[in-house]
T-cell receptor, first 113, second 112 residues
């Protein structure tokens, strides 16, 4: 079993829909949680960064972390065709300094007109 | 520059040849990471450099892979005697704060 599980999709939604993307994980040492967006043939782009449990909002994006359930979510409101991409969750357990990220396999999202 | 840059963007090589991939991190970022992204495997950690500390090489898949970081800035990932299973996108990331890693565009390596 992988440390981080993510539904690969593809997920297809109409423009304007609310999108919910999720990851589960097994390593209780993870403290830092990130969501990346990756367009085809591009590098991952950091969208949201959360430490420990709680919610964080940035524009149309909301990240939630529930450490008790080992479950993280990314919500996209008023989805746009430009949101069509692969969304990767990532997490790390470092307590000081930098450390490696463990990634989910990514969810492919398509927002249709 | 404004972001992480990598070169070349694409590399095609023959099995058995050595390749070098370059990464220029964001100025001022003390940590540098290499990852590999391949179909079916997702994004996998390879190696991590932090300042003058010894690198964390725990993700390197074999002794054919090595990396160095000169002067705390530019890094080179070297793959010796390339194999077809080395074909992947090699991504470099840098960070200043814990775990906020910023990625470059990647080098797409194809081993024939």
């Amino acid at each position: 079993q992988k440390e981080v599980e993510q539904d690969p999709g593809p997920l297809s939604v109409p423009e304007g829909a609310i999108v919910s993307l999720n990851c589960t994980y097994s390593n209780s040492a993870f403290q830092y949680f990130m969501w990346y967006r990756q367009y085809s043939r591009k590098g991952p782009e950091l969208l949201m960064y959360t430490y420990s449990s709680g919610n964080k909002e940035d524009g149309r994006f909301t990240a939630q972390v529930d450490k008790s359930s080992k479950y993280i979510s990314l919500f996209i409101r008023d989805s746009q065709p430009s949101d069509s991409a692969t969304y990767l969750c990532a997490m790390s357990g470092v307590t000081g300094g930098g450390n490696k990220l463990t990634f989910g396999t990514g969810t492919q999202l398509k927002v249709e007109l | 520059g404004a972001g992480v840059s990598q070169s070349p963007s694409n590399k095609v090589t023959e099995k058995g040849k050595d390749v070098e991939l370059r990464c220029d991190p964001i100025s001022g970022h003390t940590a540098l990471y290499w990852y590999r992204q391949s179909l079916g495997q997702g994004l996998e950690f390879l190696i991590y450099f932090q300042g003058n500390s010894a690198p964390d090489k725990s993700g390197l898949p074999s002794d054919r892979f090595s990396a160095e970081r000169t002067g705390g800035s530019v890094s080179t990932l070297t793959i010796q005697r390339t194999q077809q299973e080395d074909s992947a996108v090699y991504l470099c990331a840098s960070s200043f704060r814990v775990s906020e890693q910023f990625f470059g565009p990647g080098t797409r390596l194809t081993v024939l």
